[in-house]
């Protein structure tokens, strides 16, 4: 059956303007958000702090054309990571189409609810959001009596001569210090309500890193301190005697049709462990979701951090 040419000219123009809205809001984001969601980020090294890293391919989607379920797994995606402190997602060139869209879907679901009005505007893709299960993390606030020392995240911006910032609450709060922009605040006044730049003192969401690489690259511009690779065909995880799990740990996942190894292709790059951390799976493939929370879960256990 051959489509009309007309059909097919109008559904790749559909396609193009989805495509520009997004890539318009990216810029857009990047010009209001802190570099919690730079797209070029360097990460620093935090000696006897460990953060965890997941590295997700952008053809992430590839087996559905489901706007809803695309949603819904990439929300999987972010509440895995939520639930286990990773503090950075790393989306790598795979041969997908669906980076962007990955990313802005993380970043939502990241963002306390209160800001995301300021920081999201209405757009097609974010039609499904509703599906996506709440974070809950420490820094999504729900809305209560201001407390003196509470750390709480905002968006700060110019009024005249003096700044203030949305934190969730009923009124606005003069901002101490020249930030502008998503930014993390600690109360020092109630009456009035002042705050000042702050940094987090527990788990604080992650970031996201769209980095428009191949996995190996991606992975050297990580820095990762151990890369743990998962598959099928790797060491069964329970006959590996596991490394100390210290500095930045990164757990690396393939795509729906393609596995670790192969997405890696002949490109240099050397895996400290390669892993199957879904021992005696009774099912003929498992999905990239459910082998970034069956994996987190396992490395969970031996976390002491």
């Known amino acids: ?70 949603t819904y797994k990439v929300g999987q995606i972010a509440r895995a990571a939520a639930i286990f402190g990773i503090e950075h997602i ?6 997908g189409k669906d980076g962007r869209f990955i ?10 609810q209160y800001l995301r009005k300021r920081l ?16 809950r993390t420490p820094h999504h606030k ?19 001569r003096r700044v203030y910032a949305d934190i969730g609450l009923d009124e606005l709060a003069l901002v ?18 002042r705050v000042i730049p702050a940094k987090p003192e527990e788990y604080w ?13 991606t992975l050297k511009k990580a820095g990762l301190d151990l890369a743990i690779a998962t598959s099928r065909k790797g060491q069964d995880i329970r006959e590996v005697k596991l490394p100390p799990l210290e500095g ?23 895996f400290d462990l390669i892993l199957n951390t879904i021992p005696n799976q009774r099912t003929a493939t498992v999905r990239t979701e459910e082998a970034v929370l069956a994996t987190l879960a396992v490395f969970n256990l031996i976390r002491r951090d």
Not at 176 to 183: I, L
């Open 1 to 70: 059956m051959k489509l009309c040419p007309a059909k097919f000219l109008c559904k790749k123009f559909v396609h193009l303007q989805i495509q520009k809205r997004v890539e318009g809001f990216e810029s857009l984001l990047n010009s209001l958000h802190r570099p919690h969601f730079s797209v070029e980020v360097t990460i620093a090294k935090d000696d006897g702090k460990m953060a965890w890293h997941i590295f997700i391919p952008d053809s992430l989607l590839e087996e559905t054309d489901d706007p809803k379920i695309r």
């Open 90 to 95: 790393w989306i790598y060139r795979a041969g």
């Open 103 to 112: 990313k802005l879907i993380l970043e939502y679901a990241e963002t306390p």
């Open 120 to 135: 999201f505007p209405l757009m097609p893709e974010l039609k499904y959001v509703g599906v996506i299960p709440p974070l």
């Open 142 to 160: 729900l809305k209560g009596k201001p407390k003196v020392g509470e750390i709480r995240e905002g968006f700060a911006f110019r009024r005249g």
């Open 176 to 193: 101490g210090g020249d930030v502008e922009g998503r930014a993390t605040f600690r109360i020092v006044s109630t009456r009035p309500l």
């Open 205 to 217: 969401g992650y970031r996201v890193h769209l980095t428009k690489k191949s996995l190996a690259k």
């Open 248 to 270: 930045e740990v990164g757990f690396i996942f393939g795509s729906p049709r393609k596995g670790v190894m192969e997405l890696l292709g002949e490109e240099d790059y050397s």
